[in-house]
T-cell receptor, first 114, second 114 residues
Framework: DQQVKQNSPSLSVQEGRISILNCDYT??????FLWYKKYPAEGPTFLIS?????DKNEDGRFTVFLNKSAKHLSLHIVPSQPGDSAVYFC?????????????FGSGTQLTVLP | KAGVTQTPRYLIKTRGQQVTLSCSPI?????VSWYQQTPGQGLQFLFE???????NKGNFPGRFSGRQFSNSRSEMNVSTLELGDSALYLC?????????????FGPGTRLTVL
């Protein structure tokens, strides 16, 4: 049973427009959420995170929104650039003391068209 | 500062064999986590080591094991390989002292089981 789901395997957006990537989770114990970006032949790199005490976190062109009642988070990229083309993974974790185990979604391939 | 390194980058084995993968974390990082990435499944957590002790473990069979050395370098071993073990194996390191420490990923080891 996948606790973190990214239902769109791919997304194409025109350069300059907004990209919206979505993620749903089922485990109500998750209290910390992250987005990672992955280019081919490289490991994932951290993009942005949000704690469950917030509903929005912004970092430059990237904004993450969290809707706890719907168990849904989204990543907005504005404006989208061709260099943003990559696989985006959302991840979630529950606080278990000092250890954190990240549970990842299956990823969404974003393609930004010039 | 050097990033997370993983060796080898590519590996081809046959069913029934065993394999050992290596991960060198960023200098100063004491936590190393291992993930398996397969198409459509995202990244699945294998285990985490902190100060030479396994601190967290995912839902993988006992054929998957790991260890961490005093210099924080970690190895992952898979015994009696199966075709389904073909995947990208990623390790990630962090300071590990706080559950909010960012995880930095290596480029991964691509394992193919024939």
């Amino acid at each position: 049973d996948q606790q973190v789901k990214q239902n769109s395997p791919s997304l194409s957006v025109q350069e300059g427009r907004i990209s919206i990537l979505n993620c749903d989770y089922t485990n109500s114990m998750f209290d910390y959420f992250l987005w990672y970006k992955k280019y081919p032949a490289e490991g994932p790199t951290f993009l942005i995170s949000i704690s469950s005490i917030k509903d929005k976190n912004e970092d430059g062109r990237f904004t993450v929104f969290l809707n706890k009642s719907a168990k849904h988070l989204s990543l907005h990229i504005v404006p989208s650039q061709p260099g943003d083309s990559a696989v985006y993974f959302c991840a979630a974790s529950a606080n278990s003391g000092s250890a954190r185990q990240l549970t990842f979604g299956s990823g969404t391939q974003l393609t930004v068209l010039p | 500062k050097a990033g997370v390194t993983q060796t080898p980058r590519y590996l081809i084995k046959t069913r029934g064999q065993q394999v050992t993968l290596s991960c060198s974390p960023i200098s100063g990082h004491r936590s190393v986590s291992w993930y398996q990435q397969t198409p459509g499944q995202g990244l699945q957590f294998l285990f985490e080591y902190f100060s030479e002790t396994q601190r967290n473990k995912g839902n993988f069979p006992g054929r998957f094991s790991g260890r961490q050395f005093s210099n924080s370098r970690s190895e992952m071993n898979v015994s009696t390989l199966e075709l389904g073990d073909s995947a990208l194996y990623l390790c990630a390191s962090s300071f590990g002292g706080s559950p909010y420490n960012e995880q930095f990923f290596g480029p991964g080891t691509r394992l193919t089981v024939l």
